[in-house]
């Protein structure tokens, strides 16, 4: 089934709430405020953000947010973006706090980073706002903007060119994507993607979206079509690596399934276009997937296990135990376990016991962990 973005959450509350202490392996820890930005976490939960600094672990501090929130990292290393009902709000990790920095948004979807740009997307609107957010601790900066035909749920990426890549849609259908040149002349289309949906950046500035039978690939130019082996062969979730030319992706094969539980992952070489479907014992969730610094991709699995894949040989090179073994659950905003890599350590949340754990990406062991205050959803972060 289609994992759509929330149409209505409640708005955002303007103030954040520092936590005076948290009890952590480390045992408590006071709230933080730091004048420069530092490596941070983000959780969110059920009634907020937490906060936690990303080396000890500790709480460092938490925002109110009312309703279901999502989390991105806005792009200078500093700021988070946290999507609401209305808005895209800019949490400062340094403080840390909500900030009165917010682009309002009827309903804000996909957050992409790339080249030094954000680009937001308004799925209730089609409306695509590109900022520079280098400029986010000295107030709300500068956008471009660029409406789509429809509005729907989609994504942008604006390249370093200047051109904008945006899907194509409405809110009865996705079917493609539109590359616009720096004075938003169409340059390339192709809709040959039913469902397309999300988005990664490869090596060579090559970004791909997934497409209910395949890829599309798009560089220098050029639409290029990856086809599915399967007749429905979805793929709707990918990680990238800037680095590499192999794309993670999810694989799902039942277009009649309320919440199909897939064993594969799809791994595409986007300078050949070779799909590759590794079986992993195991199924997953959207929240799974992830990329380690030397370009392995990692797929956190509901046996409790982070499956390591070598990009050259397409096979499964390692495990990591994490978790206990885990269900997804039916409703999709519902927290499970999530995967989040950052430098060289990969962190995983556990909502079942309310823990965070780390794993070390150079010695493949796990590191660390924590308790946390509440039960963890998503969770993202900033290197600062």
Not at 283 to 306: I, K, M, N, Q, W
Request: hydrophobic share 35%; net charge negative.
């Amino acid at each position: 089934m289609r994992r759509p973005l929330p149409t209505a959450v409640a708005a955002v509350a303007l103030s954040a709430t520092l936590l005076t202490s948290c009890s952590t392996d480390s045992g408590a820890a006071e709230a933080t405020t730091t004048d420069s930005a530092t490596s941070r976490l983000a959780l969110s939960y059920d009634g907020g953000v937490l906060v936690l600094d990303a080396q000890s672990l500790d709480v460092v501090g938490s925002a109110e947010v009312d309703g279901f929130t999502r989390l991105n990292p806005a792009g200078d290393d500093r700021h988070v973006l946290v999507s609401t009902g209305n808005s895209f709000t800019a949490l400062d990790t340094a403080e840390p706090a909500l900030t009165d920095v917010a682009f309002e948004a009827k309903t804000p979807g996909h957050v992409v980073r790339h080249d030094g740009k954000t680009a937001l997307f308004d799925d209730g609107t089609g409306l695509v706002r590109v900022f520079d957010p280098a400029g986010l601790s000295e107030g709300t900066p500068d956008t471009t903007e660029f409406t789509t035909p429809e509005a729907h749920h989609g994504v942008a990426v604006e390249l370093s060119d200047g051109s904008l890549l945006t899907t194509v849609g409405n809110e009865d259908e996705r079917t493609g994507i539109v590359v616009l040149d720096r004075d938003r002349k169409e340059i390339a289309r192709n809709e040959d993607c039913p469902g397309v949906h999300g988005e990664a950046v490869a090596a060579d500035e090559t970004v791909v979206v997934g497409c209910q039978n395949g890829l599309l690939i798009y560089r220098d130019g050029v639409i290029t079509k990856v086809t599915s082996p399967d007749p429905y062969g979805r793929i709707g979730n990918q990680a990238g690596d800037e680095d590499s030319p192999i794309l993670l992706g999810d694989y799902k094969t039942d277009p009649d399934a309320e919440l199909e539980r897939p064993e594969r992952v799809s791994l595409t070489d986007t300078a050949t276009g070779q799909l590759t479907l590794v079986d992993l014992g195991t199924s997953y969730t959207f929240r799974s997937l992830g990329r380690a610094p030397h370009g392995e991709a990692l797929v956190l699995g509901t046996d409790g296990a982070v499956h390591v894949i070598d990009p050259n040989s397409k096979a499964v090179s390692r495990t990591v135990d994490v978790l206990d073994p885990w269900t997804e659950p039916d409703k999709w905003q519902s927290p499970r376990p999530a995967l989040y890599v950052q430098d060289h350590t990969a962190y995983v949340t556990d909502p079942a016991n309310k823990k965070i754990h780390t794993i070390d990406l150079d010695t493949w062991t796990v590191s660390g962990q924590a308790d946390l205050p509440e039960i963890p959803n998503e969770i993202t972060g900033v290197t600062g």
